[in-house]
């Protein structure tokens, strides 16, 4: 019995997504990290909230994207491993961003003016919809299933997996 030396293409596509995501909301984060936008305040008065209240509901906003960024990395770690618990759980992270972050950015686009960070959030939650359709398709299924399959079948046999290799179904140590 072989391993699969190579991820299937709905499984790397799905990998590459989430980190262009992941990257991209990294990279706004630092970028505009204690950089208040022209507009913030006049945004801030329409929900109601005073400056104080602006900065801290930014704030909160940096902080929930370092969390989903975490998150977003260490489910990358486990599709690249062919880990069922990682699929599963990030058709359910992705899933829920998909809809979360499209209703929201569908709002944004509904204003009048429109939010001006409308579009990306719209993009951002497509590509979020399209990463837990890639992770639901049959060839990731069939992908993760024969990973786990190799693991199983080396693990009743006494191989020793080394972490490199064993871990996403590839050959075991010395072979």
Known sequence: MHGRRHLAKTTL?????????TTAFLTYLLRYAG?????????????????????????????LIVV???ISVLLLIGILRRRQGARF??????GMLAIVVGSVAWTGLSAHP????????LACGVVDALIAGLLLA????D???????????LRTRGVPLSREQGDNGARPRGA
Not at 13 to 21: F, H, S
Not at 114 to 121: F, I, K, Q, S, V
Not at 138 to 141: F, M, V, Y
């Open 68 to 70: 989903v960024s975490l």
């Open 138 to 141: 049959p060839a990731t299924a």
């Open 114 to 121: 429109p939010a001006p960070n409308a579009l990306y959030g």
């Open 143 to 153: 992908d993760f299933d024969e990973a786990e399959h190799e693991r199983q079948w």
């Open 89 to 94: 759980a990030a058709i359910g992270v992705f």
């Open 35 to 63: 950089h208040q936008r022209e507009g913030a305040d006049l945004d801030a008065s329409l929900l109601g909230l005073n400056s104080q209240q602006a900065q801290n509901a930014a704030g909160i906003a940096r902080v």
């Open 13 to 21: 596509a799905a990998a590459a997504l989430i980190a262009a995501v």
